[in-house]
């Protein structure tokens, strides 16, 4: 008898559902959100057949946490439904809107039971490859809390404070630099700012590591907050400066969140077996191919064809036809992490290949906008990351980009 399990994700309990294929109910059950209420779970389904070499599928509204880890022992598939689309299953089955935990996990039991074949269970990654999917996501999480922060500095001190604004926006990275938080902490506002000599200058500077031209920086920052530049009332540039201070201590530790999170990136992604295979292809550094092996991780038989990885990255088009209408446009469902590596590794590329700048160039010639050229880059590029994860061999340029024009304009 083949049995399939549905179970309602909830905080602190969780609603399991177990129905035979002709969708009779076997048994239900609410479990607690602990190790005994996943052991209580292992053991229904044991009670119903569950085995090692014969498995029962487990239809459930979420692909992580402590309950899915308790499932994905073994070779049991599970199913990960996205709750719109377990909403419209509910409607099949009844028309008076009702709603409950225990009938939403009969529901998702039913889906594995009449449309199993349309849904694809969640990928048999390693757990080295789950490990960088975790640290490449938490440290692109940071980078993206330091930007939003910096932002924030940048707006307050547009405010009143312009002379920090000349001084450090020009560098690279700007207001995230660690002399410029270091010397902002020292100077929050313009007043304290232009009684700063330059030994204090080159001390701030010091403590935020800066080793070479200490002198010459100093005399720099020291010329920019003396110079002429518009001021609030005393007072309120006192409680702006507090709150620059606070800024800037949020600031820092995005900072060296990102910059933590960077080094264990780099430990873990360097051991794994594809990242030499990634680190071969143009545009691809250590931080770049961890957040490209995060998404679409190390289990080979995920995308039955590169097509289908182009599709989950978002890069393929998608065509919508009905009637005598017909329209070729960009993807809105797709991994939205993983198609702004792409964007970023097609940019990269462009100098690192010369066989990528040429198409990204022929592209642009052929009436492509610079998204439209780079998405149909990253295209090419993903699809041939494919072709060699699945071969094990290196990028080869030469091999990479030898089709033709004609090609190259109608490539998907």
């Avoid at 020292?186 to 232009?194: D, E, I, N, V």
């Avoid at 289990?299 to 182009?310: H, I, N, P, S, Y």
């Avoid at 160039?361 to 990351?385: K, M, P, V, Y």
Wanted: hydrophobic share 45%.
């Amino acid at each position: 008898m083949t049995v399939f399990c549905g179970i309602d994700w909830a905080e602190s309990h969780h609603d399991v559902a177990l129905v035979d294929e002709a969708g009779t109910l076997l048994a239900k059950r609410r479990i607690s959100d602990d190790a005994a209420g996943y052991r209580l779970l292992l053991d229904l389904l044991a009670e119903h057949g569950d085995s090692p070499d014969e498995p029962i599928p487990v239809a459930i509204e979420t692909g992580r946490g402590l309950l899915v880890a308790a499932l994905r022992t073994g070779k049991r598939p599970i199913y990960a439904v996205n709750p719109l689309a377990a909403a419209r299953y509910r409607d099949r089955h009844s028309v008076s809107r009702k709603k409950s935990d225990p009938g939403d996990a009969l529901v998702l039991a039913n889906i594995l039971r009449t449309d199993r074949h349309a849904h694809r269970p969640l990928p048999a990654d390693s757990d080295q490859a789950r490990a960088i999917a975790v640290l490449a996501r938490a440290q692109q999480d940071a980078v993206w809390s330091r930007q939003q922060l910096a932002n924030q500095v940048r707006s307050l001190l547009r405010e009143y404070y312009p002379a920090a604004l000349d001084a450090f926006l020009g560098k690279q990275h700007g207001l995230a630099r660690a002399d410029a938080r270091a010397v902002l902490t020292a100077a929050p506002t313009p007043a304290r700012a232009a009684r700063l000599t330059r030994p204090q200058i080159a001390a701030a500077l010091k403590r935020a590591g800066r080793q070479r031209g200490l002198d010459a920086e100093a005399e720099r920052l020291r010329e920019v907050f003396r110079g002429d530049y518009a001021r609030q009332p005393t007072a309120i540039e006192d409680a702006m400066g507090y709150q620059l201070i606070a800024l800037i201590g949020q600031l820092d530790a995005a900072c060296v969140a990102a910059d933590g999170l960077a080094e264990a990136v780099e430990a873990h992604f360097r051991q794994h077996p594809d990242a030499e295979i990634i680190l071969s292809f143009p545009g691809l550094g250590v931080q770049l191919g961890a957040r490209v092996l995060a998404e679409i991780g190390d289990d080979r038989e995920r995308f039955t064809d590169a097509r289908g990885l182009k599709a989950y990255a978002g890069s393929a088009p998608i065509t919508r036809a009905s009637g005598k209408k017909r329209y070729v446009g960009r993807r809105f469902i797709k991994n939205n992490r993983l198609i702004t590596a792409g964007f970023l590794w097609a940019f990269s590329a462009l100098k690192a290949s010369p066989g990528a700048d040429a198409h990204y160039r022929r592209r642009r010639e052929t009436g492509d906008w610079h998204a439209q050229a780079q998405r149909h880059l990253f295209n090419r590029l993903i699809g041939q990351l494919y072709h060699c994860l699945q071969t094990r061999q290196l990028f080869d340029e030469q091999h990479a980009f030898t089709s033709s024009s004609a090609d190259l304009a109608v490539a998907a």
